[in-house]
């Protein structure tokens, strides 16, 4: 896989559902990290990833601690509108792992401090907003992550 998509409870299952038809279209790997605020067989989700709900790949945790002990030794990005650093200069590679927030609330505060190094944020243009969706987030980062890995490959 090219890359791993990673949601930290998501709450909103028509994202979800988009973002995993995203990871299917970009040869991603789904991760989710509970609690969900939603069930994982709302029709909600489903409508929005459609039929293709079932072919993509994907890993469900029990909690961030879970994520981060089956993970521990990934290469990792988080992205935040707090990063300093835009997506475009993330250091893209095959399996990186992408680490989004839920849609509230973005990163828990703990993960943005520890992870200071490794956050990136999608720059935004004017100061009448705090967030972009975050389904429309990740496929930005994903399809910057795409270009720039096929770029460097021979």
Known sequence: MP?????IEPEIPNNTGNIGRLA??????????KPF???INDTRLKRAGLDYWQHVPISFYDNVEDFFKTNEDKNMVFLSSHGSTNHWDIPFEDDIFLVFGKESVGLPKSLIEKHKDQLFKIPMYSEHIRSLNLAN???IVVYEGLKMINSIKP
């Open 37 to 39: 605020g939603f069930e």
């Open 24 to 33: 299917l279209a970009s040869g991603s790997h789904l991760h989710l990290v």
């Open 137 to 139: 987030a990740v496929s």
């Open 3 to 7: 890359l791993n998509i990673v949601l």
